[in-house]
């Protein structure tokens, strides 16, 4: 990466790997063709097109014909979402999701609710920010279409027991959709083995480009679009395809597949490992971890210092760009939504910071930001409010 602060934010984005840039350049200039079309220009689009789709297929254990190219994590989850709903058939269908699950699909089921008469049910999550499948099996009725619980939490890099959630709604005939835009290319994603019917992947959060991501669509499942047109993506997304940006993504994918048999997650959880326990020593007992301590991603460690402001303690500290989670409204900040139905106090959420590393973090970067954040600290007035 460029010289400049040390980055600790790759939850929120991935840099673009140089070989995935390397990959799509081609097609920014001579592939330009439409991959529809049957003449020459298009037969290079379409094989790239193809061999992308196998790419992402191959790293969540799908099949190509499974993958539905979209423009964003957010597309996708909607798609997921509204497409089952629109398909479903039901009067007055139910779906089911999660406090601490993502915007995008927190709203979509808002507007399901509010568009097209959806009943919706919020499961809660515990002080680790976990489902508990028991809670799930009690909501489920003869009414619920879909579950949507996400793989990885994006805060705290907490991991929902997915399989276990999937074979509840599985053995209740209901279809089940897992957010891993987080996940894939940090952890093994295996849809089979996981059980889910769609599941979303996002390119920058795995070092390609913004605008580009996929949907996994089982076999056998109806979606209804949210784009008509051309009927290209299987007639679920319609419009050309961005041939560049797929061959990204695809791209991508095989370069997680090759980092994760190479136990990448393993040196990126010793460095976190390492980020928490200078953390801890440097400050005695003003450290806390927010989130599960093992079932989380090993790239993400999301702490609260007692005594400080996240967002404050961050604008202190301009050397390490990183995040806090909370929210600012005119200029008032509000504690994470997250952290909120975890059922956290409000200093604790506020004081919140969120540091997740990512492929080119280094053992040196990881000394120098923990040097960095316990210098804010120790400027005081962090939090002049508290005694």
Not at 184 to 196: F, Q, R, S, Y
């Amino acid at each position: 990466m460029a010289e400049g602060p040390i980055y600790l934010d790759y939850n929120a984005t991935t840099p673009v790997d140089p070989a995935v840039v390397d990959a799509m350049l081609p097609f920014l200039r001579d592939g330009f063709g439409n991959p529809s079309s049957v003449h020459h220009y298009g037969t290079q689009p379409r094989a790239a097109l193809d061999c992308a789709r196998a790419q992402v297929a191959a790293l969540i254990g799908a099949s190509a014909e499974e993958i539905v190219f979209t423009g964003s994590g957010s597309e996708a989850d909607n798609l997921a979402l509204r497409g089952v709903v629109l398909a479903c058939g039901t009067d007055r269908p139910h779906v089911i999701t999660q406090r601490a699950e993502h915007p995008a699909v927190l709203q979509a089921c808002e507007a399901l609710r509010r568009w097209h008469h959806a009943e919706v049910t919020y499961l809660p999550v515990g002080l680790d920010g976990v489902v508990d499948p028991a809670d799930l099996a009690a909501a489920l009725t003869d009414r619920t279409v879909l579950v949507s619980v996400m793989l990885a939490n994006n805060e705290t890099g907490a991991l929902q027991p997915v399989g276990e959630l999937a074979r509840i709604a599985r053995d209740r005939g209901v279809l089940f959709h897992c957010d891993a835009a987080q996940a894939v290319g940090k952890i093994p994603v295996d849809v089979t083995e996981l059980g889910v019917d769609l599941l979303t992947v996002v390119g920058h959060k795995m070092y390609a480009p913004k605008g580009i991501a996929a949907l996994y669509v089982r076999a056998g499942v109806q979606l209804e679009p949210l784009v008509y047109g051309g009927g290209q993506e299987r007639g679920l997304r319609a419009g050309t395809e961005p041939v560049a940006m797929a061959v990204a993504l695809g791209a991508a994918a095989e370069l997680a597949a090759a980092d994760l048999d190479g136990g990448g997650q393993d040196r990126i959880r010793r460095l976190r490992d390492r980020l928490h326990d200078r953390l801890r020593q440097t400050l005695p007992g003003r450290v806390t971890l927010n989130g599960p301590a093992d079932a989380r991603l090993p790239n993400t460690l999301n702490i609260s210092i007692d005594g400080t402001l996240g967002h404050a303690l961050l604008a202190a500290q301009p050397g390490i760009c990183a995040s806090t989670g909370s929210a600012c409204h005119s200029g008032t900040h509000e504690p994470s939504s997250v952290l909120t139905a975890m059922g956290l106090d409000t200093d604790r959420s506020l004081a919140a910071l969120r540091l997740s590393l990512g492929r080119w973090s280094v053992e040196e970067d990881i000394d120098r930001a923990a040097e960095l954040i316990v210098s804010a600290v120790e400027i005081g007035g962090i939090r002049p409010s508290l005694s």
